[in-house]
């Protein structure tokens, strides 16, 4: 049978000063799933996609793209594989503009041939953007700077865009904008790995699911099951 894993994580172990966060996590993702990672706080949720990012180092296990080894890599390296991230709290560039915030994100060896192409997708993805192309990201409101993180990782031509609490400190207005945004990136072939508090709007848009409690995954499944789950219920749902 053809393998078709696009990334795979293995015993993946993450500790900060010597207190883990991360005790040994594995999860596959298919290419063209959207895959969700739920947890309280403090599971270790930012931890698994900083360490896939190779921005925090793990001490034990691995993390393949396509089969190839890139638990060592630099972060820049991992980008350059069509890995991108839309960080928790946004990490744009508030003193550039949303133009130059999105070419950033263009500007990589694997982007920069279509960034003329990526730019006009994410505009007419995100009108707002677009708007307001040349004012300094710094002033735009919380829910236009996340708009800016996704645009600045789509410009990136990824194969897989792992998404941090996308719907976090934003209105329900915009969160659930937020949620079609990841949907409309996954139905246009868009490998999606999102993790999330909202268990129950991530485990209605995913396929399958993982839960996170303490650094360890204590749950996977097909996303209706663990919805149907009376400890997720309990734990994440309020029934
Ligand atoms: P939240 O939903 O609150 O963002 P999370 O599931 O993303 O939480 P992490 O941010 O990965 O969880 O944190 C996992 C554990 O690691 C927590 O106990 C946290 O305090 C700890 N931790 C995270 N980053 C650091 C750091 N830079 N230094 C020390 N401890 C850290």
């Known amino acids: 049978m053809l393998d078709d894993t696009l990334l795979s994580v ?5 500790a900060y000063d010597g207190s883990n966060a991360l005790n040994g996590v594995s999860l596959k993702i298919r290419k063209g799933e959207l895959i969700c990672v739920v947890g309280a706080n403090g599971a270790g949720k930012t931890s698994l996609i900083r360490s896939i990012a190779g921005i925090v180092p793990s001490f034990s296990g691995s993390v393949r793209m396509n089969g190839v080894d890139i638990t060592k890599l630099p972060p820049w ?3 350059e594989l069509g890995i991108a991230q839309v960080a928790e709290g946004r990490q744009i560039f508030g003193a550039l503009s949303v133009e130059e915030n999105l070419l950033i994100g263009g500007s ?7 960034q003329d192409a990526a730019l006009e ?5 995100f009108g ?12 735009l409101s919380g ?13 990136s031509k990824p194969e897989i865009v792992m998404f941090d609490e996308p719907s976090i ?3 329900p207005v915009v969160t659930d904008m937020m949620f079609d945004v990841v949907k409309s ?7 999606v790995l999102l993790v999330e508090q909202n268990v129950a709007k991530s485990l209605a848009l995913s396929n399958r699911g993982y839960v996170l409690e303490n650094g360890s995954v204590v749950l996977q499944g097909q996303s209706d099951e663990l919805l149907n789950n009376t400890d997720v219920q309990r734990a994440f749902l309020g029934m």
């Open 10 to 14: 293995d015993g993946l172990c993450v």
């Open 121 to 125: 997708f994410v505009y007419g993805l």
């Open 185 to 191: 990136l996954h139905q246009r072939g868009i490998t």
């Open 143 to 155: 829910g236009e700077q996340q708009m800016l993180a996704i645009g600045r990782a789509i410009m």
């Open 169 to 171: 400190g934003l209105s």
């Open 108 to 114: 990589l060896k694997r982007a920069i041939a279509d």
């Open 128 to 139: 707002r953007l677009c708007e307001r192309r040349r004012q300094f990201a710094g002033t």
């Open 77 to 79: 390296d991992i980008c």
